[in-house]
DNA sequence: GCGGATCAC
DNA sequence: TATGGTGATCCGC
């Protein structure tokens, strides 16, 4: 599986080069996916001088140049530090190191049959069963970049993560359909029913790709793990028509690794002996580790780590170079050592929720602000549906010259609906706008995180669903068989997500009965193109200047904001030459006077984007 | 706790 | 002409 073709230092300079950079930063443009099946045919030279022209130039091209400078310095530092720390005294690193690996190497367990199971070109093959005719030409899958293609797609250089013009170059008859997630979903579902079947806990760690603990199943049925996953491949491929390639090993992290190796359609087993796993690992390059991606392949590569084996000899510097969580991953990489508890993903609690979306470079404000009401909306809806509200809110931008800045603030209460989104992230815009003259950007996101769970019904380990007091038991599994476990906890959450849509739009329609205000700013009707946004009507805030959600709750709330915060006062006096608006509420009237803020005409309201 | 960065899919 | 979205984790400060 070794291909010397993916070592940036033996790439070959073009003749034009005016610098020694353009080998790593033509690696870094082939993309992360450069490990993936099906590119051992690939002339990886002439890929990455079509990629190289067809990129070069661009705002994209260049921030990667920046990127790779950066990371150039970087391993140039690292190589002086190596030099430095091999002339100091190393064993007491030497013998800390010796003695983690000895520790690690107690918990080795070999007792447990591990398999990840990987779906070949999932979403390409999906659509290969309803239009058989794709299967003989180049064809890929997603709009502006590709999100998988077939492995006819591959053999020019296509690969995942591309940019589609791009791959259009590679390739000019490939076909290109727009990606159906739905589709994939409701076929995920079926190879998921056949994968229960070998283990009722089997953990999905994505739409195509599971890691199963198969130990039961093979001493039930007196069979040996090769030939237990051969069976279910078979059965997988039998009954949902999608071949799937397999890794057998002792742990998670092994596995992985060998359901590559014989990738489409086969599997590769890694005997549970010590012996065969170190040896396993010993000529394998790192970057096949699940965990270590292009930025720290080149940093191992500059100390002279290019195989797992390599780590040993290197044990003494890893902690001072990396820091220790990297040595003890490193470790872990060099004795082929992972977890063997698989469980489903249920059982793990979800830490935050997010959206953003890319559009044209916007610099006009409004336009900003538009865009910023779209992703409280959309990030509203999916925290309705995952059942979740924020105490912490981050705001991500990415500028037009694709550098990525994040702010974040903990508001005062946890939230989840847009305005009260909208209300604590335009502060955060605005200081941004403050601090970039002519910021432009091209991506902007909110993230919720420090989640608090809303959920008005239990879901048991199980999946059952315990019934709302005032509500009829729910008809969801009547089986208690362990096989549909996966499949119940499914329309478990679907039952509870449909539940709390509703509530949640009863509260709606009472909330806008009762302030016809807010009815007008959480249109519902939001456009479906994050192109063509609809914005929010807005009054402008008399003490901070700056546009709020035009309902009266959120007004007075943000005013009172601006009036207790020292923060915002620093903006008052920043933008002091703007004559500041009073509030129509008496008691807002009191506090702005107090705070110095002259009393003007209270109906010079305005509305924003209209 | 915050912001940048990396990684996987 | 043109390079994604969601979620997690780690590091340095």
């Not at 009547?478 to 329309?491: F, K, L, R, Y």
Request: proline share 5%; aromatic share 6%; net charge negative.
């Amino acid at each position: 599986m070794e291909c010397s073709g993916e070592n940036p230092a033996s790439d070959p300079q073009p003749e034009s080069a005016p610098d020694e950079e353009f080998g790593t930063l033509k690696y870094q443009l082939l993309g992360p996916s450069l490990t993936k099946a099906g590119q051992d045919s690939v002339d990886q030279q002439k890929v990455s001088e079509i990629i190289y022209n067809a990129s070069k130039g661009s705002k994209f091209f260049n921030h990667e140049q920046e990127r790779d400078r950066n990371l150039t310095l970087k391993t140039e530092r690292i190589v002086k530090e190596k030099a430095r720390l091999e002339r100091l005294d190393l064993n007491s690193e030497l013998r800390r190191a010796d003695e983690y690996l000895a520790e690690l190497e107690l918990s080795r367990d070999l007792s447990q049959h591990v398999i990840h199971v990987d779906c070949d070109a999932f979403f390409a093959a999906v659509e290969e069963l309803d239009r058989p005719e794709l299967k003989t030409v180049p064809m890929a899958v997603g709009k502006g970049v590709l999100t998988t293609c077939n492995y006819l797609a591959r053999k020019f250089g296509v690969r995942s993560g591309m940019a589609s013009f791009v791959a259009k170059k590679l390739c000019p008859q490939l076909v290109l359909l727009p990606q159906n997630y739905d589709k994939y979903t409701a076929k995920a579902k079926e190879v998921r029913a056949i994968m229960a079947e070998y283990d009722p806990l089997f953990e999905s760690a994505s739409i195509d790709e599971a890691y199963l603990n198969i130990t039961a199943y093979c001493n039930e049925n007196n069979l040996e793990p090769d030939e237990v996953v051969r069976r279910m491949r078979a059965e997988i491929l039998e009954t949902t028509k999608v071949s799937v390639s397999a890794g057998i090993a002792a742990n998670a992290k092994v596995a992985k690794i060998a359901s590559n190796l014989n990738k489409p359609n086969g599997q590769f087993q890694v005997p549970n002996e010590r012996e065969a796993i170190i040896e396993f690992m010993r000529d394998l390059s790192v970057r096949k580790v699940n965990g270590i991606g292009r930025v720290f392949e080149r940093e191992l590569e500059s100390i002279g780590v290019k195989k797992c084996g390599d780590i040993f000899p290197h044990r003494a510097l890893l902690t001072k170079l990396f820091g220790e969580k990297a040595f003890q991953f490193l470790a872990q990489c060099y004795l082929g050592l992972g977890r063997t508890k698989i469980e489903p993903i249920e059982t793990h609690e979800r830490k935050s929720v997010s959206t953003e979306t890319t559009f044209h470079d916007i610099g006009d404000k409004e336009e900003l602000r538009a865009k910023l009401w779209w992703a409280a909306q959309e990030l509203e809806k999916d925290l309705a549906r995952t059942q979740f509200k924020g105490r912490t809110l981050a705001l991500k931008v990415k500028l037009h010259t694709f550098e990525v800045l994040t702010r974040q603030t903990a508001p005062s209460r946890a939230v989840s609906l847009a305005k009260d989104l909208y209300y604590f992230a335009l502060p955060m815009l605005a200081k941004l706008e403050k601090d970039i003259p002519n910021m432009k950007l091209r991506l902007l996101g909110l993230r919720c995180s420090n989640l608090v769970s809303t959920q008005k019904v239990g879901i048991n380990f199980f999946g059952v669903v315990t019934p709302k007091p005032a509500t009829e038991p729910t008809p969801v599994s009547a089986s208690g068989v362990d096989t549909d476990h996966e499949i119940c906890a499914e329309e478990a959450f679907e039952a509870a997500a449909r539940q709390e849509i509703q509530d949640e739009m009863n509260d709606l329609e009472q909330l806008s009965q009762e302030t016809p205000a807010v009815s007008v700013a959480r249109r519902p009707e939001a456009s479906a193109d994050p192109e063509v946004v609809e914005a929010p009507p807005m009054w402008d805030c008399p003490i901070c200047t700056r546009p709020q959600i035009a309902d009266d709750r959120i007004f007075n709330e943000h005013v009172d904001f601006c009036l207790s915060r020292q923060t915002i006062r620093e903006v008052v006096q920043d933008t002091s030459e703007e004559t500041p608006l009073i509030p129509h509420n008496s008691r807002k009237r009191k506090m702005a006077s107090q705070a110095g803020i002259p009393e003007t005409d209270p109906k010079q309201k305005r509305l924003f984007f209209q």
